[in-house]
């Protein structure tokens, strides 16, 4: 009686572990499905705040526009006498402004170059080291 009892343990002990692998593929596809939710509903909030701040940046560009024009309505006729000298300053300090980002700019690039430059040689140079040791290592086997 003990020996017919084993294999119906034995298929009830498969059974379970079918079930246990079954169960676990489904938690995995299960944890799957709840990532790709998640990613879904956190790039539909990502660009919604995208937006957000594009417009807000337009709306900032339009304010800066209007108070840059009443700058030299405002102080030319007082500071210069002629209302066409305070447009002319204005010109003025948008393009020492406009230099100095561009000059900023251009620094940053250029660091940036030599930056990446320097991170390729250090990878060039690990990949002959690399090479060098598996050479080695080829030739003593």
């Not at 003990?2 to 246990?20: H, I, M, T, Y």
């Not at 406009?98 to 940053?108: E, H, K, M, N, Y």
């Not at 690039?109 to 060039?124: F, M, N, P, W, Y």
Request: hydrophobic fraction near 55%; charge should be positive.
């Amino acid at each position: 009686m003990s020996q017919a009892a084993e294999p119906k343990a034995d298929a009830g002990l498969g059974a379970l572990g079918r079930e246990v692998a079954d169960d676990a593929v489904r938690l995995v596809h299960a944890e799957i499905d709840l990532a790709k939710a998640q990613f879904k509903d956190a790039a539909r909030r990502l660009i919604v705040a995208v937006v957000l701040i594009v417009a807000a940046s337009v709306l900032l560009l339009i304010a800066g526009i209007e108070a840059l024009g009443a700058l030299p309505i405002a102080f030319s006729q007082r500071l210069f006498g002629n209302p066409w000298l305070g447009w002319v300053a204005l010109g003025g300090v948008i393009a020492v402004l406009a230099a100095l980002l561009a000059l900023l700019g251009t620094l940053a690039v250029r660091r940036s170059l030599t930056e990446g430059k320097q991170t390729v040689d250090a990878i060039k140079e690990d990949t002959r080291w690399v090479k060098g040791l598996t050479r080695r290592g080829s030739s003593e086997s």
